[in-house]
């Protein structure tokens, strides 16, 4: 993975998690901590909606929806495991 791409994983992850966090009331960590929430949800973003075979496009903005929505998901179950 080159330099630029790390930069542009981190920032897309960054503006997710924001985002996250933003629809996500209540299962936030602040923003740091929201951030990277973020870049851990883009990675499971991707594993997630291609096993299940969808796809959201191409270029920055899909790139965006598809980390904020597996920051969602990482959100629900942290909440859901703090909840036990």
Same mark, same amino acid.
């Given at each position: 993975?080159?330099?630029?791409? *790390?930069?542009?994983?981190?920032?897309?992850?960054?503006?997710?998690?924001?985002?996250?966090?933003?629809?996500?009331?209540?299962?936030?960590?602040?923003?740091?901590?929201?951030?990277?929430?973020?870049?851990?949800?883009?990675?499971?973003?991707?594993?997630?909606?291609?096993?299940?075979?969808?796809?959201?496009?191409?270029?920055?903005?899909?790139?965006?929806?598809?980390?904020?929505?597996?920051?969602?998901?990482?959100? *629900?179950?942290?909440? *859901?495991?703090?909840?036990?």
């Amino acid at each position: 993975m080159s330099m630029e791409s *790390l930069l542009i994983t981190l920032v897309i992850g960054g503006i997710a998690g924001w985002l996250a966090g933003l629809i996500v009331k209540g299962f936030g960590f602040g923003i740091i901590g929201n951030i990277i929430i973020g870049i851990i949800g883009a990675f499971v973003g991707a594993w997630a909606l291609g096993m299940l075979g969808i796809s959201i496009g191409g270029g920055i903005v899909g790139a965006i929806i598809n980390a904020m929505i597996g920051a969602i998901i990482v959100l *629900l179950v942290i909440g *859901l495991i703090k909840r036990a």
